[in-house]
C-alpha cells in the first residue's frame, strides 16, 4: 500500500510558478518506484481532471491537452516523490490539486486510481 501527501501549493501571481510536491510512503514490501503517477485537480463542484502523469519508471510521460507546455511532470525515485512544476500560472487554474498511484499503466481517469492524497490548493490572483 502507498500512503501520498502532497504539498506546494499556495497563492500566487497569475504567470508565476509552483512547484508541487506528492511524496509517497510505503507499506513494507512495497516500492513506490512500482507505481504509475498522476496529477489530478478538482473545481468545486466539478469531477476530478487528469492534468498530467508519469510512468513507474519516469520513462514517460502524458499531459493534458490543456496543461501542455506549462506543466511537467517528474519524480525521484530515491525521494519516493513526485512533482508538478506549473509555469505561467493563471486564474483557472486555481483548485485543490490531488496525486494518485496505481499499478501497471498510467490512467486519464479517477476511478483508475485506487491511492490518492488529500490535496493541496493553488490559488493564483490576477
Known amino acids: 500500500q502507498v500512503y501520498l501527501v502532497e504539498s506546494g501549493g499556495g497563492v500566487v501571481q497569475a504567470g508565476g510558478s509552483l512547484r508541487l510536491s506528492c511524496v509517497a510512503s510505503?507499506?513494507?514490501?512495497?516500492?513506490?518506484?512500482?507505481?504509475?503517477v498522476a496529477w489530478f485537480r478538482q473545481a468545486r463542484g466539478k469531477d476530478r481532471a487528469f492534468v498530467a502523469g508519469?510512468?513507474?519508471?519516469?520513462?514517460?510521460?502524458d499531459y493534458a491537452d490543456s496543461v501542455r507546455g506549462r506543466f511537467s511532470v517528474s519524480r525521484d525515485k530515491a525521494q519516493n516523490t513526485a512533482y508538478l512544476q506549473i509555469n505561467n500560472l493563471e486564474p483557472e487554474d486555481s483548485t485543490l490539486y490531488f496525486c494518485?498511484?496505481?499499478?501497471?499503466?498510467?490512467?486519464?481517469?479517477?476511478?483508475?486510481?485506487?491511492?490518492w492524497g488529500e490535496g493541496t490548493r493553488i490559488t493564483v490572483e490576477s
Open positions: 510505503t507499506a513494507y514490501g512495497y516500492s513506490f518506484s512500482n507505481y504509475e
Open positions: 508519469i510512468r513507474y519508471n519516469g520513462g514517460s510521460t
Open positions: 494518485a498511484a496505481k499499478h501497471m499503466t498510467l490512467g486519464r481517469t479517477p476511478d483508475q486510481y485506487d491511492m
